[in-house]
């Protein structure tokens, strides 16, 4: 079973259009850790956001806010009012206790096209 | 800021071959790990290394692959004799570490496109 959903593979958006892209994942444990990484044509992979199971706070950080809700195991990314810059494959990942979170589970990435 | 360099980025190798795939973690950093992501694929964990041993592996990281930390800077993986099906992207990436009591995020490399052929 996969530990990390993220059902939509491709979408296109029109600059200055909110995007939200979804990721589902699946535990047993009580402590994890969620993650969005950003991979943009250049390949690399950056670091955007943790979240740990204790705090569902949502976040926000300028364009971008997370939706975290144990209830529905949804770790939802929101980009407002999206730019061509943010074109890219967006990660979901997941770290879990046992492997001391040191064991990152991904999804199978979105990739966000943004259009001018 | 401090970031994770890794060479080459791009290597081409002929099947049976043996490649070192080289990465220099964040300094401050005590847990290191490789990544391998196939071409419009999604990211797949292979190892965890800490105090100079494997802490955790996946079942991809069989006999044909190790790790090494040669010097107090340098992260190395090694596949000894490659297949078609090792051609990939190789991400290294480390952390503080959580035992450690730093962060748990992963930093990551710019990646190293192996192909094999």
């Known amino acids: 079973a996969q530990k990390v959903t993220q059902a939509q593979t491709e979408i296109s958006v029109v600059e200055k259009e909110d995007v939200t892209l979804d990721c589902v994942y699946e535990t047993r444990d009580t402590t994890y850790y969620l993650f969005w990484y950003k991979q943009p044509p250049s390949g690399e992979l950056v670091f955007l956001i943790r979240?740990?199971?204790?705090?569902?706070q949502n976040e926000i950080s300028g364009r971008y806010s997370w939706n975290f809700q144990k209830s529905t195991s949804s770790f939802n990314f929101t980009i407002t009012a999206s730019q061509v810059v943010d074109s890219a494959v967006y990660f979901c990942a997941l770290s879990e206790a046992p492997d001391n979170f040191n064991k990152f589970y991904f999804g199978s990435g979105t990739k966000l096209n943004v259009k001018p | 800021e401090p970031e994770v360099t890794q060479t080459p980025s791009h290597q081409v190798t002929q099947m049976g071959q043996e490649v070192i795939l080289r990465c220099v973690p964040i300094s401050n950093h005590l847990y290191f790990y490789w990544y391998r992501q196939i071409l419009g694929q999604k990211v797949e964990f292979l190892v965890s290394f800490y105090n100079n041993e494997i802490s955790e592996k996946s079942e991809i990281f069989d006999d044909q692959f190790s790790v090494e930390r040669p010097d107090g800077s340098n992260f190395t993986l090694k596949i000894r004799s490659t297949k078609l099906e090792d051609s990939a992207m190789y991400f290294c990436?480390?952390?503080?570490?959580?035992?450690?009591?730093?962060?748990?995020?992963?930093?990551f490399g710019p990646g190293t496109r192996l192909t094999v052929t």
């Open positions: 990436a480390s952390s503080e570490g959580f035992e450690r009591g730093g962060r748990v995020e992963q930093y």
């Open positions: 979240r740990n199971s204790f705090d569902e």
